[in-house]
Every structure is written in C-alpha cells, then in structure tokens.
C-alpha cells in the first residue's frame, strides 16, 4: 500500500483517504461510507482478497487501479448515468 500513500502525497492529496481490506467471509455494508466520504472529496480504495470486489453501493462503481501490479486495488467512484 506503500505506492498508494505515495501516489496520493504526489498528487498533492493531504486529506483522509479510506482504505477497506475486501473479506468475503464479512457482511460489512459500506452504503454509509461514501455518502460522507465522497462528498468530503475523501478517496476510498478496497483492496480485494476475493474473486471479486465486494458489491458497491447504489450510484457508485469500483475501478480497478492498474497502476497495482497484482490488480486487486479498486476506487469508488460515482457512477454517471
């Protein structure tokens, strides 16, 4: 995660990001996380254990990170329909 602190300190990022480790055995909602976070402009980023990302909230999308080479770090973002 190394390359993801130092990718955001680049850009110039100082605030709070979110990082959410994906546990496929967990139940966890994130529907209340992005409704504050997004809005506060506060990047979150899962990083998948799975076969696939967990389900994204209603109007949000996980993009896959490429720049991660084992390709399991995804960001949420807002969907535009």
């Not at 990001?17 to 809005?39: C, F, M, Q, T």
């Amino acid at each position: 995660m190394e390359w993801l602190a130092l990718s955001l300190m680049a850009a110039g990022y100082e605030a709070r990001a979110h990082i959410v480790w994906d546990n496929p055995e967990a139940s966890e909602s994130l529907d209340a996380l992005p409704k504050g976070s997004l809005r506060r402009h506060e990047p979150v980023f899962p990083y998948r254990c799975g076969d696939r990302p967990m389900p994204s909230p209603i109007g949000y999308y996980w993009r896959l990170m490429t720049e991660y080479p084992t390709l399991r770090v995804y960001q949420l973002e807002l969907q535009n329909d």
